[in-house]
């Protein structure tokens, strides 16, 4: 019973230290329930500044990332301007290298043109005195040979005066040969010269050019003096308001180098015919022209020998010159003017 009541006792006790065990292990869990909550806020919270942390981190690193991947590209950029440095270093010396071989050359063309200058103006300045020599020595020579001429035709004219007086004292006169002979003038010389030419039967049906038989050799005797032309044909000119003109030419002796007459104007005759109504006349009638001429268009008309033809122009319609048996007729004479 004892042993019962112990064991209760036992059992009370331990019941009780149980119960009071629990209480205090309750006691404890609920304590350390909230030490734990707190434990995990406070994880929690280590949590999120780890994970703020850990983002932090990565927005570091990718910081860090960027910067190395910009010191990475800075690093090559200095790489490149260095490069680029260094290039331009060596365009610079290329250039001054360049500059200075051009201005090298442009010394010399400068230094080659002014030599070539100075030698063309030496060369120049030679020429201009061999010219001004040769100039001078032909200026020199004419006026020396001017000088003997003259001084031989005063001799000449001293010998021709001694003679003159010789041949005065004598009564007579000294001709060209240098003679002395008794002056006589002989009963023609005052006479002037014609020169004339006639033709028959010379028909010429051309409208324009140098007439058939129309012409005359002379020679003119001094250089003062003019020429009497008088010229007779017949002349048609057929159809309405048919004309024509004809014109002295003065040719050389040969016949070439013709010109009209220009001093003191031309010499020509000029026929006009108009016919009307139908009334058509062949009507050949008899003309003539004249005139004085000291000189043509190509030509002062001096002493020697001359050609004159007879020329037909500026025609319109049917030309026709001599007709039938008719005479015809050039007569050329020198004349002194008053």
Known sequence: MIRAIIGFALVAVASANIA????????????????????????????????LAEQSFAST??????????????????????????????????DQEDAAKQLDDEKKAIMKSLMDAAKAARQSMADAKE?????????????????NAIKEAVAGDKTYLANVEKCAN????????GD?????ISDSSGMS????????????GRDHGYLNGRHINFEKKDDKTALKIIYYDNMRVHGHTAHAMWEVQFCDAGGGGCSNCNKPGRIMHWRWSGHQHNWWIN????????????????????????????????????????????????????????
Do not use: P
Request: hydrophobic share 35%; proline share 0%; with cysteine.
């Open 283 to 338: 009507d050949h009638f008899g003309g003539e022209l004249y005139g004085l001429c000291t000189a043509a268009d190509n030509k002062e008309l001096k002493a020697g020998k001359y050609q004159i033809k007879i020329r037909l122009h500026h025609n319109r319609y049917d030309i026709h010159t001599g007709h039938g048996g008719q005479h015809g007729s050039i007569q050329v004479e020198e004349v002194m003017l008053a």
């Open 170 to 177: 004598q009564g007579k006169t000294l001709n060209k040969n």
């Open 20 to 51: 009071g065990d629990a209480h205090e292990t309750a006691q404890t869990n609920t304590e350390n329930e909230k030490t734990l909550a707190l434990n995990m806020a406070t994880l929690n919270g280590l949590k999120t500044k780890i994970s």
């Open 61 to 94: 690193k990718a910081s860090v990332e960027r910067v190395d991947a910009l010191a990475a590209d800075v690093m090559g950029m200095d790489g490149t301007v260095q490069d680029m440095v260094a290039q331009a270093n060596n365009n610079a010396a290329q």
């Open 193 to 204: 010269t014609i020169n004339y030419r006639t033709w028959k039967d010379q028909n010429d």
């Open 180 to 184: 002395c002979v008794v002056a006589a």
């Open 131 to 147: 010219n001004t020599h040769d100039a001078f020595k032909s200026r020199t020579d004419a006026v020396v040979t001017k000088f």
